[in-house]
């Protein structure tokens, strides 16, 4: 059974066009893979439907532009995965 | 239909906000100065416009949903497909339906018919936000009216 991240890599690899083997845990969605944020509505389309969950991107967006979080908490993969992995707990709850 | 204001709908033939669903429909007018360049002596009515009219559609869509608190806005098309020709005077049936409804984006697909034929469809994102100011909302509501928005719609949705 493939990771969060895996899932998480391919879609973005599918979605994007980038190379998968580019793709690691470290990445960051924006400065290391300069997804924009058109882009990253359709990998949150991808996600929201694989996992079944609802990712809370104007929440985040909202905290990163308050300055209450930073970019790296939710772009970086192995985050965004860890961010996922929680949504979907808590929708099993 | 009023192309020169960009007013694509001329009336909401229903609206179920529970099955996520729009029905409408648009009368493409007889003349325009559009169809005198596309193209001379064979107008067609363009693809944009009609991609134009199926983002319209959508977008009253998500107004009801969002409870006319927020403004949807075009942000990509995907799979458009104009299958056959749409000629000036024609009376289009637009359909649009939501696929996805992400946090502060919706996606949406719809279809325009003539006499119950496909003529093309498309898979349309937006971002949605709060108004941006009094007076788009205000047009809005406007339009709503002209169009017949159903309020109870949103009501009880």
Known sequence: MSTTFDQVATIIAETCDIPRDTITPESHAIDDLGIDSLDFLDIAFAIDKAFGIKLPLEKWTQEVNDGKATTEQYFVLKNLSARIDELVAAKGA | ?????????????????????????????????????????????????LTEAMAQTSGWLLIALLKFER????????????????????????????VHDGSGFAVTEAKVRVDGKLKCNATLTFRHTPFPNADLRGHMEAMAKIIGFPQQAIAHG
């Open chain 2, 1 to 49: 239909m009023r192309l020169e204001y960009f007013q694509m709908i001329d009336r909401i033939t229903d609206l179920d906000v529970g099955q996520r669903t729009i029905a409408v429909e648009a009368q493409v007018p007889l003349t325009s100065t559009i169809f005198e360049g596309h193209f001379p002596g064979y107008p067609l009515m363009p693809g944009v416009l």
């Open chain 2, 71 to 98: 403004m949807p806005f075009l942000a990509s098309v995907k799979e458009a497909k104009m299958r056959d020709f749409v000629t000036p005077g024609e009376l289009l049936t637009i359909d649009a339906s939501v």
